[in-house]
């Protein structure tokens, strides 16, 4: 078996980050990623205990 990637030989690996905090009250908890290079590939979330 191979242990090759089977991405286009024009692919690249996408690294980036990503953080959350918990708020005080511990109901929610949200933060910001991203994804460098050229994905242009990152936003914001948010949970919230329902």
């Given at each position: 078996?191979?242990?090759?990637?089977?991405?286009?030989?024009?692919?690249?690996?996408?690294?980036?980050?990503?953080?959350?905090?918990?708020?005080?009250?511990?109901?929610?908890?949200?933060?910001?990623?991203y994804n460098?290079?050229?994905?242009?590939?990152h936003g914001?979330?948010?949970?919230?205990?329902?």
């Amino acid at each position: 078996m191979s242990s090759k990637p089977h991405a286009v030989d024009t692919m690249h690996i996408h690294e980036g980050t990503g953080w959350v905090t918990l708020s005080e009250d511990r109901k929610s908890f949200g933060g910001r990623y991203y994804n460098g290079i050229d994905s242009e590939n990152h936003g914001s979330l948010k949970f919230d205990k329902i």
